[in-house]
């Protein structure tokens, strides 16, 4: 359970997994838990790269870069984002990403962050070009925009090994990500419109397996939809009045399907007062669009016998 990582030291928790029949895996799943801060900004970065080594034989290099998080407790960096590949280049541009700081420092914009340059393969197994490590104090002070790619092992390897390449930052923003409820403080306003489909696909209303099935015991599909979602947006909407469309239906006198029809049944308004006024203008003006359609292509009545038996019911 999650509260045991939580208790356990450092907040990790390490199992070995269980195979079926009872056998003891090999490997060991590590979980660890941090409290999330309170940081709402997001980060946009933009990376190149220019002279990486190359690693293909046949071809120079397909790199890509892995973004990682430190923990506080023991020194461990774990994954947070990982870039695009970006095929057969030493100089690489890729794409800008955005990420949450919560998720690339925790909010501690002095926490060290590593970025690792992978040569990528298809079986998997990448090759390891080099890596940095940086904080995003550094990269959004813009006091240096290139940073060296080193692989440690090389390093220690080559007598003038200088590095793997150099990293380079074209941008670093920081924005903040408003709440909704700041939003809402702000004289933000929600506008909701409504369109129901009434095409064949969704099944004769007099059938239980129709979405549009009016069950004397409980709402249909459609019904608890513009519930849900209406009934919250519409406190967020100064007029509370809502336009509300159907489409795929057959209204009389026509005998052709409309590809969009106003539920209330008026010509040139097509709003609704509130939801339950959305909710009214289902039921009894559209459900018995629907019933014509359904009942002049099955059984090919004429149009004033189906709309009088429709809406009779």
Do not use: M
Not at 132 to 142: D, G, M, N, P, R
Request: glycine share 8%; aromatic share 10%.
């Amino acid at each position: 359970p999650l509260f045991r990582s939580i208790g356990a030291p450092s907040c990790t928790l390490v199992r070995t997994p269980t195979l079926q029949k009872g056998r003891r895996g090999t490997g060991k799943l590590v979980v660890t838990a941090e409290e999330t801060s309170g940081s709402k900004d997001l980060v946009v970065l933009h990376f190149s790269a220019t002279k990486l080594d190359k690693k293909d034989l046949f071809g120079k290099s397909d790199p890509f870069l892995v973004l990682q998080r430190k923990f506080p407790d023991g020194g461990k960096f774990v994954p947070v984002h990982r870039t695009e590949v970006i095929k057969n280049t030493l100089n690489p541009f890729w794409k800008p990403f955005t990420l949450p700081v919560t998720a690339l420092c925790h909010g501690d914009y002095h926490r060290p962050i590593r970025i690792e340059c992978y040569d990528w393969d298809s079986d998997g197994g990448h090759d390891y070009i080099g890596a940095f490590v940086t904080t995003l104090a550094e990269l959004k002070s813009k006091q240096k925009d290139s940073f060296q790619c080193v692989n440690e092992t090389k390093r220690r390897k080559k007598k003038h090994y200088v590095n793997s390449g150099t990293i380079n930052l074209l941008k670093c923003v920081i924005r903040e990500r408003h709440t909704f409820l700041e939003y809402i403080k702000g004289g933000c306003q929600i506008h909701f419109t409504v369109a129901i489909d009434f095409t064949a696909s969704n099944g004769r209303p007099c059938q239980p397996t129709s979405l549009h099935y009016a069950n004397p015991y409980q709402p249909n599909d459609y019904i608890l939809a513009l519930k849900a979602v209406g009934q919250v947006i519409q406190d967020y909407d100064t007029d509370k009045v809502f336009p509300a469309f159907g489409f795929g239906a057959k209204l009389p006198p026509n005998t052709e399907a409309s590809d969009e029809f106003f539920l209330n049944g008026h010509l040139e308004n097509p709003y609704c007062e509130g939801i339950e006024g959305v909710l009214a203008a289902y039921h009894h003006r559209t459900i018995c669009a629907v019933f014509w359609s359904y009942e002049l292509r099955s059984h090919h009545q004429p149009r004033s016998e189906v709309c009088c038996k429709t809406e009779g019911r």
